[in-house]
């Protein structure tokens, strides 16, 4: 029973991860490259699951979330500083403009099922999600969230297997082709998809459900959850297959109605409604969560779950998510910088928790192994590479200037990241 309640708690991991960004992401990699990039999506499960069991062992061990160990190891100075304005601006400005795209996409799945004016649904999902968030603890909110990851479950892995696909591409799809690198569709696929999985703010959701639970019961209950979550965006993967041609929601509905019905197209709705809601929580409690350990004072009641200061800023990051989703537009500048931000972000913590990990006076025996650090430094060089891949695009973006070929650049900033990560982990285990 207790390892059941730890797969319910860790549910809210899946269900964060799985927006309406993933599934647009995976549907269209579907659409346009079919089941090959199937090993992108299990290497995206490895790399969560490892940075999210390095969050989660942190606070299991010390009882203290990400924000605030981070807060604890860089107290004053300059240090200081740079960490609570980067962390917490980036994290506060990646959920609001990531909660515009939970909304938007939340509503456009709900349009595939209901016929209903879209303002109504929209404002429909944003007070759904606030009244979720009012409903009680971090932990609690978390639980609820297993019912939406069933749902999406539900309604993208019926659509996935209604559709039959063969077998041969689906098993071949979880090895990578030898030539891959040299696509750059497929290269900017994988990017986008490991990208949209491995999410900062994530960590530090995971290391605050953490507290208090056991390291097995953590593991354990992280591991199927995001198993889960693995499922599901694979199967989203297969139900893009579905269409050829430019891909939209409603493009993919039409297929797929045609195709089996119009149930399929129901189904994709209710699954891209149930991913819009789950991120639409998750996304402004990791946000109160973040703030609450980088601003909070330890056992300030205002910074409790029911306290004033942390409703205010879960309430701040969904009334932005609603004021996009009313206006009826893509955040597109604001998304940008949130990638850019968050591109800078995630190795960031990525390396400020291979550090943590490898601190044997804080951790003892639960200090990161041989084995924990090669898979760190593994993922710390891919978040470098989609780190700083988001920030070189974001630049070309805004400059107007041209990128080296992806082949080129992606293998030098994953080199910079693991010789980091491994500069990292020498220093903490002199």
């Known amino acids: 029973m207790k390892r059941l309640g730890s797969i319910l708690l860790w549910s809210a991991i899946a269900a964060a991860f799985i927006g309406p960004g993933t599934v647009t992401v995976a549907a269209s990699t579907g659409a346009s490259l079919g089941p090959a990039l199937l090993w992108a999506i299990l290497f995206s499960g490895i790399a969560t699951f490892t940075l999210q069991e390095f969050a989660g062992r942190l606070a299991v061990t010390t009882g203290d979330d990400l924000a605030t160990v981070l807060q604890r190891r860089y107290p004053t100075g300059f240090a200081r500083v740079a960490t609570v304005t980067l962390v917490g601006g980036a994290i506060l400005l990646g959920c609001a403009a990531y909660e515009a795209g939970n909304i938007l996409g939340g509503a456009a799945g709900a349009m595939l099922a209901l016929d209903a004016p879209r303002g109504a649904v929209t404002l429909g999902l944003a007070l759904a999600a606030g009244a979720l968030l009012l409903a009680g603890s971090p932990q609690f909110v978390a639980r609820l969230m297993a019912a939406f990851v069933a749902l999406m479950g539900a309604g993208f892995l019926l659509v996935a297997v209604s559709l039959a696909p063969a077998i041969g591409p689906l098993v071949g799809g979880l090895v990578p082709e030898p030539g891959f690198a040299d696509d750059s569709a497929a290269l900017l696929a994988v ?240």
Not at 359 to 369: I, P
């Open 191 to 430: 990017l986008a998809l490991v990208g949209t999985t491995v999410v900062p703010y994530n960590l530090f959701l995971g290391a605050a459900l953490a507290r208090g639970q056991g390291l097995g019961d953590m593991r354990f209950g992280l591991a199927v959850a995001v198993a889960i979550g693995v499922l599901i965006t694979a199967a989203v993967l297969v139900v893009g297959t579905a269409l050829v041609g430019e891909f939209s929601f409603p493009a993919l509905g039409d297929v797929l109605a045609d195709r089996l019905g119009p149930w399929a197209r129901t189904g994709v709705g209710i699954g891209l409604l149930a991913a819009g809601v789950s991120s639409a929580v998750t996304a402004p409690l990791a946000a109160a969560l973040t703030a609450r350990g980088l601003f909070g004072v330890p056992g300030d009641p205002q910074w409790q779950a029911d306290g004033w200061r942390f409703r205010a800023v879960w309430a701040g990051i969904l009334l932005v998510g609603l004021g996009f989703g009313l206006a009826d537009i893509r955040p597109a500048p604001a998304i940008l910088a949130a990638q850019a931000f968050n591109g800078a972000l995630l190795p960031l913590v990525a390396l400020f928790l291979l550090a943590a990990m490898n601190d044997a006076a804080a951790l003892g025996g639960h200090a990161n192994g041989l084995l924990a650090n090669a898979f760190g430094m593994l993922v710390v060089g891919v978040a470098t590479m989609l780190g700083l891949t988001a920030l070189t695009r974001a630049a070309g973006t805004l400059f107007g200037f041209g990128l080296p070929a992806p082949g080129t650049i992606l293998p030098a900033f994953a080199v910079i990241g693991v010789f980091a990560a491994r500069a990292v982990t020498r220093r903490e285990m002199r």
